[in-house]
């Protein structure tokens, strides 16, 4: 499918340019209640549920999918600011048609995005995404007034996510004795991660946990891993947890400061589930490091690779039966535990994995040795195609036969952002840096 609009989790861009506009995401919730209402099996109208971050724009778009829906004669329930994975949760709990979560994740406050959950929790599949581009693309209507849909607040959604995230760690366990700063990236669990984890537990300290609209992600959160490890260094802490602006991704820190990334907590997990039950496979994806699929398949694991995005590790997952997966950069995906990537069920789940077996992160991952990756991000024109610059397909191939078995060459389009990615893996942290590089300038000339 050709997206025009849809990239890999959902519509995102700067505000007030297209996509992320008031009239084009009016339309966008216009054309999605339509295609809600033609999919509806039952006589009663279709209700969606919209939760967002904590970016000043989302008060914006908010009322424009919220007008558009209405024009669609779809039903809306009002969130307010919740993870993205709290949607997912709420919409399959309380039988919606589907959740819409309006963030830009990771992205600065001057982006935002518009994703969708279908009726299961799960995100929508690339046939309905090209329904609703198909529709953006017609005139907008508007259903007669007796057919137009309605809005209400969903005034308990924030105690009704900290019960489920709370109902995914052992009942036999609890955090009491551990210390933890909990960093909410000004984003959407401000309100929400410090509460779980100190009702199981344990003693919190909260950062990130002040939002302005205007500072989520800045220099915090699980891209800025920086303010985590020092605050657990100043508060003595035992551990730090790090959620990113919509709390869909984890990296955690150890008492020493040193932080852990998705492949190295998927390891912690697996290892603890090995112990009880036979994990028959685990799903990473093209950037998940090397020394990761070694590990799994000396322990009998079997390992797969999926496109980058967490909703291309769910789709592999469902195909192979399988349970756990995720990136490095923090999306783990337990489905016996959630049905999209949860920051906070994650933590969770590492937490108690650490409980059962009284280790450390450090002593839980010390026979994991991550192979040395460099990443590079190179700006390029949107619509940027670099398999069509032969200097940059011919640098690759070179590094490649360099590298040969001890090693191996990615490049990427970003599917959010005007970005390529390269990134070059080797058993030699300075090789890999200098390959990457030198791909790298190919890309930037």
Sequence with gaps: MTRKYFGTDGVRGRVGVLPITPDLVMKLGYAAGKVLAQAETSSSKPVVLIGKDTRISGYMLEAALEAGFAAAGVDVMLAGPMPTPAIAYLTRALRLSAGVVISASHNPYDDNGIKFFSASGNKLPDSVEADIEALLEEPMDCVSSEKLGKAKRLFDAQGRYIEFCKSTFPNELDLKGLKIVVDCAHGAAYHIAPDVFHELGAEVVAIGNQPNGLNINDGVGAT????????????????????????????????????????????????????????????????????????????????????????????????????????GSGHLLFLDKHTTGDGIVSALQILSALKRSGQTLAQATEDLVLFPQTLVNVKVAPGFDWQKNGAVVAEKEVVEAELGDNGRVLIRASGTEPLVRVMVEARNADDAGRMARRIADKLAA
């Design 224 to 327: 800025a891993p920086a303010a985590l490890s020092a605050a657990v260094k100043e508060h003595k802490a035992d551990l730090g947890i790090a959620l990113d602006g919509d709390a869909d991704r984890l990296l955690m820190v150890d008492a020493t400061g040193r932080s852990y990334n998705g492949d190295e907590l998927l390891y912690v997990m697996v290892k603890d589930r090995m112990a009880t039950t036979p994990v028959a496979g685990v799903v990473g994806t093209l950037m998940t490091n090397m020394a990761l699929e070694v590990a799994l398949k000396q322990m009998g694991v079997g390992f797969a690779r999926a496109k980058v995005g967490d909703r291309y590790v769910l789709e592999v997952l469902q195909e192979r039966g399988w349970l756990i997966g995720g990136e």
